[in-house]
Structures are given as C-alpha cells and as structure tokens.
C-alpha cells in the first residue's frame, strides 16, 4: 500500500498566528511539530501496512519540514514551482492520501488562519462547488483515483473536509475561537489521535471514494482587488466575470491546478 500525506502548517497544534512559522525562534519549533505530526501519519500508515510512503511538504517555501527528524520510512517532496503543487507526490499509484496541518477556506468563521491558498484569494469554486485547499486538493487526488482518507487540522478545517468528502476520517487538534487564536491539544496528545486516526482510516480504505468530477473542471476565483483580476485576466484562456472574478475551464483537476497557481503568479504582482 502506497500512501501520500500532503503536510500544511496553520493546521498544526500550537500554531495561531504567522509569525508562529516566520519569526526566529517559533520558526524551528512551528516546523519541528509539523515534522512531528507528518511523522505520528507516517506511524500510523506503517502501523495499518503502508509499503510505500510520501511525504509532501506543502507550506510556504515547501521547505518546513526536518528532513534528519523525519521518519526514515518516508520520502520528502520537498521545495516549490512544483507541477502539482501540495499535492506533488499523487499518481495512480498511490492508494490513499492524508492531509495534515490543513486549515479552512477564506471567509471562515473561528478557524485559525483560514484562507484559500494565497492573500490574493477570497473565494474559489469547481463546477459551481466552493472549495478551500481541502476541496480543490481532493478533487486533484481524485483526478488521479486516490481517496482523501485522512484529515488533521482545527475544529473549522475538519468541519469542512466532513462536509466535502464523505466518509473521511479527521482529527481536530485545535479549537479557534476567531482567526488568530486556539484551544491546542497537547503535541504529543495530536500526534497520538493522528497517529491513531491514520491506522484506523486505511483500515476502513473503502469507506472513502475518490472525489471525481462529472465532466471537466470549470474553476471561477474571486479575487481580492480589481488589479489583481485585470492581470489575471491577462492570461490566455482566462474570462473575466465581474470586477473581482476570473474563470477558465481546463481538461482536468491536474492541469486546472497549473492554471491556478499562474492566476496566483499573475495576481500577485499587483500594487493594490
């Protein structure tokens, strides 16, 4: 059995504001409990008969997670301008995916740096659904036939991931009470419950069916500013809706990710 876990960071315990991931200091701790949540998955898998497991850091620089403190059972996908982005590592070979540290989409009431993504994002759907980087990073996981078996993250981020794939299994590690804030599970109690969760969600692997479209993708994104949609707009390909809203169709979930993130390249090059 082959396992891919894609590994974000503001859904780790103790993490609840940016600077948690940025600042001297809480920088090593923020990505030495990502390691440490990343590897209770990868014990977890390995405890339910996982052969094959890999690890994609998916945060930021993609370059967070230890690799000497790593479980020496995992490969690391590590670094960006990635063709698959968080979830660099999904083929049709792998059997289940896990995501770990995951947060909930832009907009979300008492969850812990919700967003969608990048600053540039307010909302994001496929096929008229609204996602967050739960529901979009589903959808690419299925375009290859892998189920999302497994979620960890804040009382908001598994709310959503319950909502958006039936059958998951999730972990809630923290509880926020706004955007900056948490009641955090103990470390080593988050990486028992994922440690747990993980071997008790492969164990019921048919439970959960990968999450596949009718048709091809059509992604519509809300932008934050008009400057941001005008040059995304500029794009081939890309329509523009309103003041705030590009959408493009594409052939399916893998290439309507590379699109995604050149909507992202695009919009960030904005002033205002």
Same mark, same amino acid.
């Given at each position: 059995?082959?396992?891919?876990?894609?590994?974000?960071?503001?859904?780790?315990?103790?993490?609840?504001?940016?600077?948690?991931?940025?600042?001297? $200091? *809480?920088?090593? @701790?923020?990505?030495?409990?990502?390691?440490?949540? =990343?590897? #209770?998955?990868? !014990?977890?898998?390995? +405890?339910?008969?996982?052969?094959?497991?890999?690890?994609?850091?998916?945060?930021?620089?993609?370059?967070?997670?230890?690799?000497?403190?790593?479980?020496?059972?995992?490969?690391?996908?590590?670094?960006?301008?990635?063709?698959?982005?968080?979830?660099?590592?999904?083929?049709?070979?792998?059997?289940?995916?896990?995501?770990?540290?995951?947060?909930?989409?832009?907009?979300?009431?008492?969850?812990?740096?919700?967003?969608?993504?990048?600053?540039?994002?307010?909302?994001?759907?496929?096929?008229?659904?609204?996602?967050?980087?739960?529901?979009?990073?589903?959808?690419?996981? $299925? *375009?290859?036939? @892998?189920?999302?078996?497994?979620?960890?993250?804040? =009382?908001? #981020?598994?709310? !959503?991931?319950?909502? +958006?794939?039936?059958?998951?299994?999730?972990?809630?590690?923290?509880?926020?009470?706004?955007?900056?804030?948490?009641?955090?599970?103990?470390?080593?109690?988050?990486?028992?419950?994922?440690?747990?969760?993980?071997?008790?969600?492969?164990?019921?692997?048919?439970?959960?069916?990968?999450?596949?479209?009718?048709?091809?993708?059509?992604?519509?994104?809300?932008?934050?500013?008009?400057?941001?949609?005008?040059?995304?707009?500029?794009?081939?390909?890309?329509?523009?809706?309103?003041?705030?809203?590009?959408?493009?169709?594409?052939?399916?979930?893998?290439?309507?990710?590379?699109?995604?993130?050149?909507?992202?390249?695009?919009?960030?090059?904005?002033?205002?």
């Amino acid at each position: 059995m082959h396992v891919f876990i894609s590994v974000d960071i503001e859904g780790i315990t103790d993490v609840t504001w940016w600077w948690d991931e940025k600042e001297k $200091g *809480r920088e090593e @701790v923020a990505c030495r409990r990502m390691t440490a949540e =990343a590897n #209770a998955a990868v !014990e977890g898998a390995l +405890a339910a008969g996982a052969r094959k497991i890999t690890v994609a850091d998916s945060h930021g620089s993609m370059r967070n997670i230890l690799p000497e403190l790593l479980h020496p059972a995992a490969t690391l996908v590590r670094g960006q301008s990635r063709p698959l982005g968080m979830m660099q590592g999904v083929d049709r070979k792998v059997d289940a995916a896990m995501l770990i540290g995951y947060h909930a989409m832009a907009g979300t009431k008492n969850a812990t740096l919700a967003h969608t993504y990048t600053g540039q994002v307010h909302r994001l759907w496929v096929n008229g659904v609204e996602v967050g980087e739960i529901g979009f990073n589903a959808r690419v996981a $299925g *375009r290859f036939g @892998v189920p999302v078996v497994l979620l960890s993250g804040d =009382a908001a #981020a598994c709310r !959503e991931a319950e909502r +958006a794939i039936p059958g998951i299994t999730t972990v809630q590690v923290k509880d926020a009470m706004g955007y900056i804030n948490a009641a955090n599970d103990h470390p080593e109690t988050a990486q028992a419950k994922i440690r747990k969760a993980a071997t008790a969600a492969l164990g019921n692997l048919k439970a959960v069916k990968p999450l596949t479209l009718k048709g091809a993708p059509r992604v519509r994104v809300e932008l934050r500013t008009v400057q941001q949609a005008d040059l995304a707009a500029l794009a081939p390909g890309i329509s523009r809706l309103d003041g705030y809203t590009v959408e493009y169709k594409a052939q399916d979930m893998a290439e309507a990710h590379k699109t995604l993130r050149a909507i992202f390249t695009l919009a960030r090059a904005a002033k205002w």
